[in-house]
């Protein structure tokens, strides 16, 4: 094939496919990020990872590394075991914490839902539905 000469009509449009799709930026909820509706969710996962941080480097001693491991471990719901609170308020603390992780996690899946859905309903202009 020379430069001058058009792409396969199958080429194309899987180009256009992936373009339209964009793997990498809904795997990293670039798209949910962008939605203004949705920042309160990730700041409020920010705000509970930040103050997650301080409380366990405050009243288990763990250096600021172990506590953001600790924090992203346990709201992800994966709890290896490794780290665990010690003391009875660290413990209370982390029930209040994780029920309120649980909150965190239904509210991004819901933003999520919602964003997705409205880019299937209503695509961009030039852009056609599935």
């Given at each position: 094939?020379?430069?001058?000469?058009?792409?396969?009509?199958?080429?194309?449009?899987?180009?256009?496919?992936?373009?339209?799709?964009?793997?990498?930026?809904?795997?990293?909820?670039?798209?949910?990020?962008?939605?203004?509706?949705?920042?309160?969710?990730?700041?409020?996962?920010?705000?509970?990872?930040?103050g997650g941080v301080l409380v366990y480097?405050?009243?288990?001693?763990?250096?600021?590394?172990?506590?953001?491991?600790?924090?992203?471990v346990s709201l992800a719901t994966v709890?290896?075991?490794d780290l665990t609170p010690t003391t009875?308020?660290?413990?209370?603390?982390?029930?209040?914490?994780?029920?309120?992780?649980?909150?965190?996690?239904?509210?991004?899946?819901?933003?999520?839902?919602?964003?997705?859905?409205?880019?299937?309903?209503?695509?961009?202009?030039?852009?056609?539905?599935?």
């Amino acid at each position: 094939m020379t430069v001058n000469e058009p792409e396969e009509p199958i080429v194309q449009e899987v180009e256009q496919a992936r373009k339209r799709i964009r793997p990498l930026q809904r795997m990293l909820l670039l798209d949910v990020f962008r939605d203004k509706e949705s920042r309160p969710v990730f700041y409020w996962v920010g705000g509970m990872l930040l103050g997650g941080v301080l409380v366990y480097h405050w009243l288990e001693g763990w250096s600021y590394l172990d506590a953001l491991y600790f924090c992203v471990v346990s709201l992800a719901t994966v709890g290896y075991g490794d780290l665990t609170p010690t003391t009875p308020l660290a413990k209370l603390f982390t029930i209040v914490y994780l029920i309120n992780g649980i909150g965190i996690l239904l509210a991004l899946f819901d933003r999520l839902r919602v964003v997705r859905s409205r880019a299937i309903e209503n695509p961009a202009p030039g852009k056609r539905k599935r």
